[in-house]
């Protein structure tokens, strides 16, 4: 099959990211990247000097040779330019949240779901090594029923005002990645659930949340996310990690961010598996994709627009929960100051924004 021709639009940090993926995996071929910032125009110019490089979307959506468009902008353009794709036909691989709001989401799946044309979104720990194999083993019945999933994510991450203005608050942004997993290992849906967060520093917004509760069919959760770890430490680390629970076994699995760690501990077999973390796994997502697109069939490990809509629908739920319950604050604004006056100097850390350099 003849390489498919790509349109880029928004050249930030993911749309860098999809454009090395999409190279290495000889499947696409890149003939447009669109960003309006006049930086990253030159960026991409020189790291893709093969790509027409524009800063009006509607040349991409009116070129019929492209075949697909990656939405990598912010959210608040996300809709409607899944809107123009559909109808210029072109499919669509999208980073999350899938629109600004959740009417705009909604609407999208609806688009999504009224189109034969190709579509997903980047949830991407369903596109790790790491949650394929447990899903695997629990399959198999090695830790007999499922009953617990426990998620953690905390790091020093992104810190208040640093890039969340449309993705929300921390645990909406990068929280719906845990909200979706959850359910994606219990293969149901949400049916109650308890939220606590507090508002670290005095931000308007919380930045540590933890929700339990369970899903329609009996399956206990509990999710803890936060961008709030040692965010001034002399070292900085983080604590991130997937605990599933059955009534017979257990397997869980830890990160670094480098390397990830998966222990298995079933009623007939253990293991201990070593691997490369993967990162975003964008290149598996890629792969999905052109593999769907090549054999007509959708690969039934993508995820849908409906899949982040529900897990974007439900982190917002859980923050409003947690505003409820007693939302406390803890810390100052002058300690906030002095975390972003470090992050604009540091080299090294967790979700550094980084400078475009052309």
């Known amino acids: 099959m003849a390489a498919i021709k790509t349109g880029l639009i928004g050249f930030g940090r993911m749309g860098n990211f999809y454009l090395e993926e999409m190279r290495k995996s000889g ?7 669109c960003d309006v910032n006049e930086e990253a ?9 093969e790509a027409k490089v524009v800063s009006d979307e509607q040349i991409i959506f009116d070129d019929p040779e492209v075949q697909v468009v990656g939405l990598f902008a912010l959210a608040d353009s996300r809709r409607e330019q899944i809107e123009r794709a559909f109808a210029a036909g072109k499919h669509v691989i999208a980073e999350k949240p899938i629109a600004d709001s959740m009417e705009n989401e909604w609407k999208a799946v609806e688009l999504a779901e009224s189109t034969p044309l190709l579509s997903t979104v980047n949830l991407y720990l369903r596109n ?11 399959a198999q ?15 020093p991450g ?7 203005e449309y993705e929300g608050p921390a645990f909406h942004d990068c929280g719906m990645h845990y909200v979706d997993i959850a359910r994606w290992y219990a293969c149901s849906e949400f049916k109650t659930w308890h939220a606590q967060a507090v508002r670290m520093w005095n931000y308007k917004d919380p930045w540590w949340l933890q929700c339990h509760g369970t899903f329609e069919n009996g399956v206990v959760f509990d999710i803890t996310q936060g961008h709030v770890y040692g965010q ?3 070292t900085q680390t983080h604590n991130s990690y997937v605990d599933i629970i059955g009534t017979q076994g257990i397997a869980r699995m830890t990160h670094d961010f480098k ?11 253990t293991h201990r598996l070593i691997q490369p973390y993967g990162g975003k796994n964008i290149d598996v997502l890629c792969r999905r994709f052109a593999r769907s697109l090549e054999s007509g069939e959708r690969c039934r490990e993508l995820p849908s627009f409906r899949d982040a809509a529900i897990a974007s629908e439900y982190a917002w739920r859980f923050l409003e929960d947690a505003r409820r319950n007693d939302l406390p604050s803890i810390g100052n604004l002058g300690e906030l100051e002095a975390i972003r006056e470090r992050r604009r100097t540091m080299k090294n850390g967790y979700g550094l924004l980084h400078q475009r350099h052309v």
Request: with cysteine.
């Open 141 to 155: 019945g090695e830790i007999g029923e499922l009953a617990i999933v426990r998620v953690c994510h905390m790091t």
């Open 259 to 269: 390397t990830a760690v998966v222990e298995l501990h079933g009623v007939t077999q």
């Open 128 to 138: 790790s090594w790491y949650h394929k194999t447990i899903k695997d083993f629990i």
């Open 232 to 234: 001034l430490a002399q």
């Open 41 to 49: 125009c030159e960026l991409a110019r020189r790291v893709a000097p």
């Open 158 to 164: 992104l810190a208040p005002g640093e890039g969340h």
């Open 27 to 33: 499947k696409f071929e890149v003939v447009y990247i």
